[in-house]
């Protein structure tokens, strides 16, 4: 059974990097055609797909936060992390991450295993 933790701060100053990791046990993040995702729900929002690192060490992006953000591992540690630069009040959300296995999948939602998601807000 993959299990997925998510840990980060709760609280990011405005125009700050939120920085997130996700600690993957019970699977390899290197294994075969397993993709994992970031992705966020705003307040009364739909939740969306942020961006992925493949089990190869590719990345995908959604084109609308391309520009900020930013998904890495670390192997050793069987960890993704995601960078999401110039934090503003639109990216207050409860963030998560997930694995998928199929490209189109993973972008629409569709994941096999979910993070418990952690809550991130912008602080005054």
């Known amino acids: 059974q993959v299990q997925l933790v998510e840990s980060g701060p709760g609280l990011v100053k405005p125009s700050q990097t939120l920085s997130l990791t996700c600690t993957v046990s019970?699977?390899?993040?290197?294994?075969?055609?397993?993709?994992w995702s970031w992705l966020r729900q705003p307040p009364g929002k739909r939740r969306e797909w942020m961006g992925a690192i493949a089990w190869s060490g590719d990345t995908y992006y959604n084109p609308s936060l391309e520009s900020r953000l930013t998904v890495s591992r670390d192997t050793s540690k069987n960890q993704f992390t995601l960078q999401l630069t110039s934090f503003g009040p639109e990216d207050s959300a409860v963030y998560y991450c997930?694995?998928?296995?199929?490209?189109?999948?993973?972008?629409?939602?569709?994941?096999?295993?979910w993070g418990q998601g952690t809550q991130v807000a912008v602080s005054s």
């Open positions: 019970g699977g390899s993040i290197t294994t075969a055609h397993d993709f």
């Open positions: 997930a694995r998928g296995s199929d490209l189109e999948e993973i972008r629409v939602g569709f994941h096999r295993d």
